[in-house]
């Protein structure tokens, strides 16, 4: 069975270091998800892509954190100086079609800790 | 906007026992409605969903919901539990034409054997 790819599995870092989140989409999904997990809370969307085209980035918050999918395949989501706030999981999730009410497959997740 | 409450950040039954998890939303228009489970270091996994059509809707793992617009509610059962259960449930909810899903805080299930 196809699923999303995330690496690496777990991450620590050392504020104001660079730190990148990888992610392999199922084979033909078009729109792909980065979410935000803060401990005993619910995923946050951060950004969404169509193809190589990002959607909504209402929530990335754009001073240190960017996000890109090149070839409209694998998306990068990167920050830049990390923060103590930024301590989540990373999630990413991908869909065949745009629409909320198609599936999203999650990908295991990036585990990020900022010391 | 639309919003989603999971009543219980923790909740806990025995082996067999009937599983009850609360999800209330807020929307202004009709909306589409998740439940997901998390099991530990891991992703999210769709349970089920309701679009439109039948409010009662049947997942995977022998969970169901039911859809009640009266109440506001989609509360997520199962007649009875199995240890395999224990994991963290999340409950969103999606619009029409907005795409993005807002997920609720989640509740934690444990099973007691």
């Known amino acids: 069975e196809a699923e999303v790819a995330q690496s690496p599995r777990y991450k620590i870092t050392e504020k104001s270091q660079a730190v990148a989140f990888w992610c392999d989409p199922i084979s033909g999904h078009a729109t792909l998800y980065w979410y935000r997990q803060i401990l005993g809370q619910g995923p946050e969307l951060l950004v969404q892509?169509?193809?190589?085209?990002?959607?909504?980035d209402s929530q990335l918050p754009k001073d240190r954190f960017s996000a890109e999918r090149l070839k409209g395949v694998d998306s990068t989501l990167k920050i830049q100086p990390a923060e103590l706030g930024d301590s989540a999981m990373y999630l990413c999730a991908s869909s065949s079609q745009t629409g909320v009410h198609h599936e999203q497959y999650f990908g295991p997740g990036t585990r990020l800790t900022v010391t | 906007a639309q919003s989603v409450t999971q009543l219980g950040s923790h909740v806990s039954v025995s082996e067999g026992a009937l599983v009850l998890l609360r999800c209330n939303y807020s929307?202004?228009?009709?909306?589409?409605l998740f439940w997901y489970v998390q099991y530990p270091n891991q992703g999210l996994q769709l349970l089920l969903k309701y679009t439109t059509g039948a409010t009662l809707v049947k997942g995977i793992n022998g969970f169901e919901a039911e859809f009640k617009k009266s109440e506001t509610s989609f509360h997520l059962t199962k007649p009875s539990a199995h240890m395999s259960d224990a994991a963290e449930y999340f409950c969103?909810?999606?619009?029409?034409?907005?795409?993005?899903?807002?997920f609720g805080t989640g509740t934690r299930l444990t099973i007691i054997p």
């Open positions: 892509f169509q193809d190589e085209s990002v959607v909504d």
């Open positions: 969103a909810v999606g619009l029409s034409g907005n795409e993005k899903l807002t």
């Open positions: 929307s202004s228009v009709p909306p589409y």
